[in-house]
């Protein structure tokens, strides 16, 4: 076991994988799909196609792809999300007080729901899927009390400090970048994106951080075994991104 915070930001965790496209995959296949996962997931609806970075949206030549369906938790914590070249598992904090249920549960869930899926879309079509690529990703969320969005970045990341001294300018009062990495062990590329803005129920500045690994699947290491070393990866580089002082409000533990 690696490093661990013990009252992490998270706002959601997201795993899942891409294949090719599958135009064969429609509406009665998610109906059918939702009877065998309805127990878990009672609710669903309906969103846009998620189009990844280099990717184009789905189409075809008479126009009918389905969009993106999710399937739902009662307390709707759990969400799964399918369309027809992507399959992702998302937990989300929906209260402040949510306990995070760790990693190992939700990638557990993901590469049951997986197997799940793939053993369907076989029975169904009588052709297996094709795993493109592997997806992880992590979204903090939070505030500080009395603190702007602009503050809290400056006393959280390590990377994003104003130099006051001699400027025309005062400090932000909002900010947004992103940085790309590329991980090692062919794991892919890591984007980290973070973003400022005002919490809507009170109005009080909060800061975003979404990690992003993306890698592409290959057959000697499957979502499980990649998502353990992206997982590990991910939650190094959120604290090698973030303070020390915020590392200790989170209870920073090394093993």
């Not at 005062?170 to 992103?178: E, G, Q, Y």
Request: charged share 25%; glycine share 6%; aromatic share 10%.
């Amino acid at each position: 076991m690696g490093i661990t915070f013990d009252s992490p930001p998270l706002a959601e965790v997201s795993l899942g994988s891409t294949f090719l496209p599958r135009p064969d995959f429609l509406v009665p296949h998610f109906g059918a799909f939702w009877s065998r996962i309805r127990d878990q997931f009672p609710d669903v609806a309906q969103a846009a196609q998620i189009v990844a970075p280099n990717e184009l949206p789905l189409a075809s030549e008479d126009g009918v792809w389905l969009p993106r369906i999710w399937y739902l938790s009662s307390d709707k914590v759990r969400l799964l999300q399918l369309q027809q070249n992507r399959l992702h598992f998302n937990w989300r904090r929906t209260t402040e007080d949510a306990k995070y249920v760790r990693f190992p549960a939700i990638q557990a869930e993901t590469l049951n729901l997986w197997d799940q899926f793939s053993a369907y879309v076989l029975e169904a079509t009588g052709s297996p899927l094709q795993p493109l690529t592997n997806e992880l990703v992590y979204t903090n969320m939070f505030a500080l009390k009395g603190k702007t969005a602009f503050e809290i970045a400056d006393e959280t990341l390590r990377d994003s400090v104003w130099c006051r001294e001699g400027r025309f300018l005062l400090a932000p009062t909002a900010l947004a970048h992103s940085y790309s990495f590329n991980v090692p062990d062919e794991l892919g590329e890591l984007t980290v994106s973070v973003n400022t803005g005002n919490r809507p129920e009170d109005g009080s500045g909060m800061i975003k951080i979404d990690l992003t690994i993306r890698g592409a699947h290959r057959d000697d290491r499957p979502l499980g075994p990649w998502s353990q070393k992206a997982h590990d990866f991910v939650v190094e580089a959120f604290k090698d991104l973030t303070t020390s002082t915020m590392h200790k409000k989170w209870g920073l533990r090394d093993a």
